[in-house]
């Protein structure tokens, strides 16, 4: 593990918050930590196209609640390394970089946050290596089956998921951002949240990520992978779990989020019928607090 400073204005506002890069799974992730060695572990997983950024606003309330708080920038993303080749990004490789990543703090389970991708990989966490998920929480991603079941039944998320399909085309679609300065993902996030959500710092910060080599191509290529389909042990999930759900979310349609629940054994699920795909932005003290009393339970 080799200390490295993160750019001088990333690191959060929490006095015990660091920066470094770790060896696990065969690449190095570049993961900021924060809080006591010893005190309970939470690791927060982040979306497309955002980095360990996302949680930003999350650290510091983890920190001061009495937990440890990992925040990887993930495979592909920022400063962690970019494997080349589409393989390296199936998502048993994806969930494998979060149980290498508890090893290298010399614990044996954690509690799992994710969003987006991010929940994606902590899905597939918790249906591979349920025994290392303390409790999971899961925001705006459902299921992987009720993912594709929905693909295959409705056509409004078919419509919504065309950019998928979009992505699996080698080269262009990460040419086209680049060339277009990245407006698109920017375009994206500001056009698809509540007015003011993110501001114009928040977006220097993603493009200088965006930009970081070999970067888009690696972020893309986590779609591409989903030609490898992962297969499970099971589809139950049985650790506890609690969905939080933004329900204008432009990208998934919000019945999924009860259908999800049908899979969990032990689950809640807390909607907000005006949050968007970016709840995490949109409202960080509400979810703040129902994480908080998640884990707490």
Known sequence: ????????????????????????????????????????????????????????????PFVNSGYRVLVPD?????????????????????????????????????????????AAVAWDLALRRPEIV???????????????????????????SSYIFQFQIPRLPEWYVKRADFEPWVSAMRDGSQPGTFTEEAFD???????????????INWYRA??????????????????????????LVPEMAERSLGYCEHGDLKRFPHATHWITHEHPDRVTALLLDHFEQ
Do not use: C
């Open 205 to 219: 910060r993603y493009r200088r990520a965006w930009t970081q080599a070999g970067a888009p191509t690696a972020m």
């Open 74 to 118: 993930q495979r592909g993303y920022n400063l962690s390394e970019k494997p080349t080749g589409v393989r390296p990004y199936r998502l048993s490789r994806l969930s494998a970089d979060v149980a290498a990543l508890l090893e290298t703090e010399g614990r044996e389970s954690a509690h799992i946050i994710g969003h987006d991708w991010g």
């Open 1 to 60: 593990m080799t200390a490295r400073k993160s750019p001088a204005d990333a690191l959060p506002d929490v006095p015990s918050a660091e920066a470094a890069i770790r060896s696990v799974d065969g690449v190095e992730l570049h993961v900021v930590t924060a809080g006591e060695t010893d005190a309970e572990l939470i690791v927060f997983l982040h979306g497309f196209p955002e980095f360990w950024y996302q949680w930003s606003e999350y650290i510091k």
């Open 226 to 251: 989903l030609r490898y389909r992962p297969t499970v042990p099971d589809k139950r999930v049985t650790v506890p779990t609690r969905i939080v759900w933004g329900e204008n979310d432009q990208a």
């Open 134 to 160: 303390d409790r999971l929480g899961i925001v705006n991603v459902p299921h992987p089956a009720v993912f594709v079941d929905t693909l295959r039944s409705s056509l409004i998320q078919l419509f919504k």
